[in-house]
């Protein structure tokens, strides 16, 4: 099947060569490109995409708004394309609906493996941008005072495998770590998806962090690899 893209930014080097990456690829069609948000969402009506990657900061219509508006007019997912250090609202794209975060400087092999990743369903939480994003977002949120009733939805495996999840492992790690197979640790990830009402593993790990059950900084479990070491791409 041919994973279908649109590319927003308003740097036409940086979207051109994004598109020819991707067009390189015998699975991948870039079917629009546009250089604003508005252009971004009208894009993705006219074509119905599979994915849109978007720049944050565009004229017009930024990368957040777009991803709000695509997000609710439709099935395509979004992949959003950040400077990371100098881009100090890209919390609320969290929020506003993405799947994942790719620096712009990102390799091509990433690209390309990122947007396969989103297309089938995952999210991308590359622990050197979503989990930074998402803990430096959630310091500022308010915590619960009393535990959030929200977690007393999950069994206690379930709520194991969600602290494991905000801590960036992969389904993999979580694996090793419960001492469990593959398909009971996707078992679990798509249980505590299902009764927190989470659309993907993004929003499974703010979750974590705004009911209080992780905190910014909190240290990796004892033998997992430390997250933030090589990208990684969350598998449901």
Request: aromatic letters at 2%; one cysteine or more; proline letters at 5%.
């Amino acid at each position: 099947m041919t994973i279908r893209v649109v590319v927003a930014d308003d740097q036409e080097l940086v979207r051109s060569g994004f598109s020819m990456i991707l067009e390189a690829q015998p699975d991948i069609e870039v079917v629009a490109e546009a250089g604003d948000g508005a252009e971004a969402v009208e894009a993705v009506r006219r074509h119905a995409p599979d994915v849109a990657l978007l720049d944050i900061r565009m004229p017009r219509m930024d990368g957040i708004e777009a991803c709000r508006e695509i997000g609710a007019g439709g099935a395509c997912r979004t992949v959003m394309l950040t400077t990371f250090d100098s881009d100090e609202y890209v919390y609320e794209a969290l929020h506003a609906g993405a799947s994942g975060f790719l620096l712009k400087d990102v390799r091509r092999d990433d690209l390309v493996h990122a947007v396969r990743v989103v297309a089938r369903g995952d999210s991308l939480l590359a622990p050197s941008v979503a989990r930074r994003l998402v803990e430096q977002y959630t310091r500022a949120t308010v915590r619960p005072r009393r535990p959030d009733p929200r977690l007393d939805m999950l069994t206690a495996r379930e709520r194991e495998t969600l602290l494991l999840l905000a801590r960036g492992l992969s389904n993999a790690e979580i694996a090793a770590e419960l001492v469990v197979s593959d398909h009971t640790v996707k078992t679990h990830v798509g249980n505590v998806l299902a009764k927190l009402g989470l659309r993907d593993r993004i929003q499974a790990v703010i979750c974590a962090y705004e009911t209080g059950l992780i905190t910014a900084g909190d240290p990796p479990p004892g033998g997992a690899s430390r997250p933030g070491s090589s990208p990684a791409s969350a598998r449901n």
